[in-house]
């Protein structure tokens, strides 16, 4: 599940949820030293957990902050972002994705 040269998902798992027509999908996220996500959207929310490293989180309309290892970010189904290391070690984090069923896990954003 790439995305770019310097983001990687690799699925965990995916499976069905209470809620019809969404499912949960989760992902181990690597982003490379100086790498940025690029701008997307999610289907659905995501909720990521930092396991290694320090990225800095660009939500469209909210000023950027840091996330560090040991906290988490929430992100609403639609909300455009990015997420840029600019570190030198590549941050990890562990996401879940509550999605709609049958659409790209990931979209780019203008």
């Not at 990225?55 to 000023?63: T, W």
């Not at 290892?69 to 590549?90: F, M, Q, S, W, Y």
């Amino acid at each position: 599940m790439a995305q770019n040269s310097g983001l990687t998902r690799t699925l965990l798992t995916k499976a069905d949820i209470s809620v019809a027509g969404r499912e949960a999908v989760v992902a181990r996220v690597e982003v490379a030293p100086g790498a940025r996500a690029g701008r997307h959207t999610h289907p659905g929310d995501e909720i990521s957990y930092v396991l290694e490293g320090q990225v800095e989180l660009l939500i469209d309309g909210q000023p950027p902050r840091v996330v560090k290892a040991g906290e988490a970010l929430v992100i609403p189904a639609g909300v455009v972002h990015d997420a840029h290391n600019a570190g030198d070690a590549t941050v990890r984090l562990l996401a879940v994705y509550v999605v709609e069923k049958g659409k790209p896990l990931a979209t780019p954003a203008p």
